[in-house]
């Protein structure tokens, strides 16, 4: 399955974007799906996650810095992730990429299983 980010751009702080993340030669429906985050001379980072289709009701995990001001959802007919991002900060400038996985500790999405993403996308958040 491949995996191609979308929707990013510059935009001013607080400012808002929406990222999209299309899959394409398969379906990971039943997987949990999440966005990951790299900035300039910084590892990179899970920011959010949710659980996939065959839980009986979704769960998404977001790490502190962005909660409040950014939502995942996932359209199934159309086979997309998003990334509501709002109230947008310079420190959340990255590239930003999906990947499929969804482990959490203490409630954080992490990076833990992780071991593919697809084409990132360039978030610059900048006045």
């Known amino acids: 399955v491949q995996l191609q980010a979308s929707g990013g751009g510059l935009v001013q702080p607080g400012g808002s974007l929406r990222l999209a993340c299309e899959a394409s030669?398969?379906?990971?429906?039943?997987?949990?799906m999440g966005w990951l985050r790299q900035a300039p001379g910084k590892e990179r980072e899970a920011v959010s996650c949710m659980s996939g289709r065959d839980e009986q009701n979704e769960h998404t995990y977001y790490i502190d810095s962005v909660k409040g001001r950014f939502r995942i959802s996932r359209d199934y007919v159309k086979k997309k992730m998003y990334l509501h991002m709002n109230s947008l900060k310079p420190e959340d400038s990255a590239v930003y990429y999906c990947a499929p996985g969804c482990t959490t500790v203490r409630g954080q999405p992490t990076l833990q299983g992780i071991s593919s993403w697809g084409k990132g996308t360039q978030v610059t958040v900048s006045s």
């Open positions: 030669g398969g379906t990971l429906d039943y997987y949990g």
